[in-house]
């Protein structure tokens, strides 16, 4: 157990557990949630609730528990890394594998095969999610970064909530988009597009995250009467592609330790070239 945190409330705030996950920067609502029910954060000197109301002036304490030993097993896996240091690793994940461990998946996933790589992840996600900062769907590609220790990772973790980690995709949706437009909706859920191209009653868009929702791109696209091709939750399957046309193609941040700005790129993979290059056709005839 580390020792006590202390903490002065400065405004007043609804609840205990949003305030206080503002503050532990890495850390999931849940698990604040967590700690707080196992008695690990005190207000004024008591026990607290996750819901409890906070004042201008309370006083906070909290202790973060030792990481536990992961007991996920290292596996061989063939990961492209496009960029690796001390700090951080940048991954081109393909679609179809599996991030972190989670029902149905409790082997195979990318953290696997992160530490079949060797020891020296962060812990801040906890066990199961061994340096993964931020998540890309099972069959979304692309370019997602891990970092290889915690101090890395609370300052990336902090650059995603702030907006200063920029990630562009490539998405092909269904229907003719007007060419640039913002989607907002739910809790604070920003996504930006720009029309590239229109073949076969299809477009081609550049689509930024300004948040990271689960789904989000997806959600957002559907909602607009413009799901991604090839989704089978939010619009429909697709003969053209066998996953939801969706890359993770660009992602720009300051690295942790020298505050360099570094950008990376990875073009779409073969299945959605195919796709769009079908659509293409269509446009020809």
């Given at each position: 157990?580390?020792?006590?945190?202390?903490?002065?409330?400065?405004?007043?705030?609804?609840?205990?557990?949003?305030?206080?996950?503002?503050?532990?920067?890495?850390?999931?609502?849940?698990?604040?949630?967590?700690?707080?029910?196992?008695?690990?954060?005190?207000?004024?000197?008591?026990?607290?609730?996750?819901?409890?109301?906070?004042?201008?002036?309370?006083?906070?304490?909290?202790?973060?528990?030792?990481p536990t030993p992961s007991r996920l097993e290292a596996e061989p896996m063939d990961l492209r890394i496009v960029y690796e240091d001390d700090d951080?690793?940048?991954?081109?994940?393909?679609?179809?594998?599996?991030?972190?461990?989670?029902?149905?998946?409790?082997?195979?996933?990318?953290?696997?095969?992160?530490?079949?790589?060797?020891?020296?992840?962060?812990?801040?996600?906890g066990t199961e999610r061994p340096g993964i900062v931020h998540r890309l769907d099972r069959d979304t590609s692309g370019l997602m970064v891990v970092?290889?220790?915690?101090?890395?990772?609370?300052?990336?973790?902090?650059?995603?909530?702030?907006?200063?980690?920029?990630?562009?995709?490539?998405?092909?949706?269904?229907?003719?988009?007007?060419?640039?437009?913002?989607v907002a909706g739910g809790r604070e859920a920003i996504t930006e597009f720009r029309r590239l191209e229109i073949a076969g009653g299809h477009s081609?868009?550049?689509?930024?995250?300004?948040?990271?929702?689960?789904?989000?791109?997806?959600?957002?696209?559907?909602?607009?009467?413009?799901?991604?091709?090839?989704?089978?939750?939010?619009?429909?399957?697709?003969?053209?592609?066998?996953?939801?046309?969706?890359?993770?193609?660009?992602?720009?941040?300051?690295?942790?330790?020298?505050?360099?700005?570094?950008?990376?790129?990875?073009?779409?993979?073969?299945?959605?070239?195919?796709?769009?290059?079908?659509?293409?056709?269509?446009?020809?005839?």
């Amino acid at each position: 157990m580390s020792e006590a945190v202390q903490h002065t409330v400065a405004t007043d705030a609804p609840r205990l557990d949003q305030y206080l996950a503002g503050l532990l920067i890495g850390e999931s609502r849940s698990r604040v949630q967590r700690l707080i029910t196992q008695g690990l954060v005190r207000l004024n000197d008591r026990p607290a609730r996750p819901g409890s109301r906070l004042r201008a002036g309370d006083r906070l304490s909290w202790e973060l528990p030792a990481p536990t030993p992961s007991r996920l097993e290292a596996e061989p896996m063939d990961l492209r890394i496009v960029y690796e240091d001390d700090d951080l690793a940048v991954v081109d994940k393909p679609a179809g594998l599996v991030v972190h461990p989670g029902p149905g998946h409790p082997t195979g996933t990318l953290v696997h095969g992160l530490l079949g790589r060797g020891p020296g992840w962060s812990t801040i996600g906890g066990t199961e999610r061994p340096g993964i900062v931020h998540r890309l769907d099972r069959d979304t590609s692309g370019l997602m970064v891990v970092a290889r220790n915690d101090e890395a990772h609370r300052e990336l973790a902090r650059q995603l909530q702030r907006r200063v980690m920029a990630r562009r995709y490539r998405a092909i949706v269904v229907g003719e988009v007007q060419r640039m437009a913002v989607v907002a909706g739910g809790r604070e859920a920003i996504t930006e597009f720009r029309r590239l191209e229109i073949a076969g009653g299809h477009s081609l868009l550049d689509v930024s995250l300004g948040t990271g929702r689960t789904h989000q791109i997806r959600v957002h696209l559907a909602f607009i009467k413009h799901p991604v091709l090839g989704d089978p939750v939010y619009g429909r399957r697709s003969p053209l592609i066998g996953r939801p046309a969706l890359h993770a193609q660009a992602l720009t941040l300051r690295h942790p330790r020298t505050g360099k700005t570094m950008t990376w790129e990875s073009p779409p993979p073969e299945d959605f070239e195919l796709a769009w290059n079908s659509l293409a056709d269509r446009k020809m005839r």
